[in-house]
Each structure stands twice: as structure tokens, then as C-alpha cells.
């Protein structure tokens, strides 16, 4: 069955640092999502891409978050100077469709992402 | 105002009982999926059934059921025969189908303590 994969499962960088996390998404899915869980809360979403563009945003993700699919198969977010408050659970997911019918939206194995 | 609300921090259930987790929604998008995920203490997300704004059915998968009244905006599941292994957090979740980034939108979550 196909899943989304995601590298590293656990980074652990110093405050200021830059860290890029890897998602491949499942191979014919066309819409890609990154999510953020921090401990005990509840899942936030950060950005929607589609079509090598942004559809979507949260007020989460500020000017020190991007994304890019800098090939066919891989999702990436960079985080440029990480803070403290960035520690957290980050969820890759992808979907094929525009439309919610029937077709979840498939997450991957989560990275956790711990900022010292 | 909260689009995804999930009454119960936590629940206990006994072994083989079923079990009933609250949610209510709040859209203005007649177009409308709604989701329910399981989440292990090892932290994947993992998708439980879907139900989609339109569909005149409730949903079922196995064990689990969703209880859909559309007028009142609730998506309720039910696990029914519980086990141990349905100890977890459980996170409703609605995908508008009207917004452009297709984006899902989680509850705080419930956890749920299966008890032998």
C-alpha cells in the first residue's frame, strides 16, 4: 500500500539554526500539506502547495517557513532560523484530489523536530 | 470561533464495551468531508473513517461508526467492542471543499484509556 514517508523521524538542531524536513508524498498525489503538532496539543496546519505554488497559509507560517518540491517526488519545509517554540511533531501529508469525497488526506509518520 | 469542537479531554471505557466521542463542526461550506483519525502514543496519525457532507448514510469501518446528524453539526464517532488497543488520542477533523487550499482543520482531541 502506498504511504507517505518523511525524513528525519527525530532532528534535533540548536536555536537559530536552519533545518530542512523531507517528505515524499504518495507518487500520483498532486495536493501536499505540512502540519504541526506540539506536544499535547491539538494539530495545526502550517501550508497547502499545489501546482508548485502555495495554495494556502497559516499565520503560523511565517516569513521563516517555506516549502518547495524541488523534484518529482520529494516535499520539503525549511524552517530558516528555528526557535524554541518550533519544537514539535511536523506531519507531511499528500491527497489527489481537490475534494474532501472520500479521499483523506494520507499523513506521514510525523518528524519531531526538538530546537535546544 | 472553533470549527472543530471535541467536548471530552478524556474518556474510560471498559474492555469490550463500545464507546461514543463527541464532536460537533462549524461550517458555512455546503461542500464538506469529515474525518476521524487515531493517534497512538507512538504518534502517527492513523485514518479512521470518512463522512462526506452529502452522503445520506452514516459511515462505517469495522468497528467503527459515525453518527452524522448534519443539522445539529455533529459527527460523533462510535467504537463499538472496544479493545486495548483503542487506547489512544482520536481527532475529528473537517475538510471545507469550498476554501482553496483544502486544508483540515483538527479538534483538540480525545483520549481515550481502554480499561481491561
Known amino acids: 500500500e502506498p504511504e507517505v514517508t518523511q525524513t528525519p523521524s527525530h532532528q534535533v538542531t540548536q536555536m537559530g539554526q536552519e533545518v530542512i524536513l523531507r517528505c515524499v508524498p504518495i507518487?500520483?498525489?498532486?495536493?501536499f500539506y505540512w502540519y504541526r503538532q506540539i506536544l499535547g496539543q491539538k494539530v495545526e496546519f502550517l501550508v497547502s502547495?499545489?501546482?508548485?505554488?502555495?495554495?494556502?497559509k497559516s499565520e503560523i507560517f511565517d516569513d521563516q517557513f517555506s516549502v518547495e518540491r524541488p523534484d518529482g517526488s520529494n516535499f520539503t519545509l525549511k524552517i530558516r532560523s528555528t526557535k524554541l517554540e518550533d519544537s514539535a511533531m511536523y506531519f507531511c501529508a499528500s491527497t489527489n484530489t481537490r475534494s474532501s469525497g472520500g479521499n483523506e488526506q494520507f499523513f506521514g509518520p510525523g518528524t519531531r523536530l526538538t530546537v535546544l | 470561533a472553533q470549527k472543530i469542537t471535541q467536548t471530552q479531554p478524556g474518556m474510560f471505557v471498559q474492555e469490550k464495551e463500545a464507546v461514543t466521542l463527541d464532536c460537533t463542526y462549524d461550517?458555512?461550506?455546503?461542500?464538506?468531508?469529515l474525518f476521524w483519525y487515531k493517534q497512538p502514543s507512538s504518534g502517527e496519525m492513523i485514518f479512521l473513517i470518512y463522512q462526506g457532507s452529502y452522503d445520506q448514510q452514516n459511515a462505517t469501518e469495522g468497528r467503527y461508526s459515525l453518527n452524522f446528524q448534519k443539522a445539529r453539526k455533529s459527527a460523533n464517532l462510535v467504537i463499538s467492542a472496544s479493545q486495548l488497543g483503542d487506547s489512544a488520542m482520536y481527532f475529528c477533523?473537517?475538510?471545507?471543499?469550498?476554501?482553496?487550499?483544502?486544508?483540515?482543520?483538527f479538534g483538540a482531541g480525545t483520549r481515550l484509556f481502554v480499561k481491561a
Open positions: 502547495f499545489y501546482n508548485n505554488e502555495i495554495s494556502e
Open positions: 461550517t458555512s461550506d455546503p461542500s464538506y468531508g
Open positions: 477533523a473537517m475538510r471545507e471543499d469550498g476554501t482553496g487550499g483544502f486544508k483540515t482543520i
Open positions: 507518487s500520483n498525489h498532486l495536493y
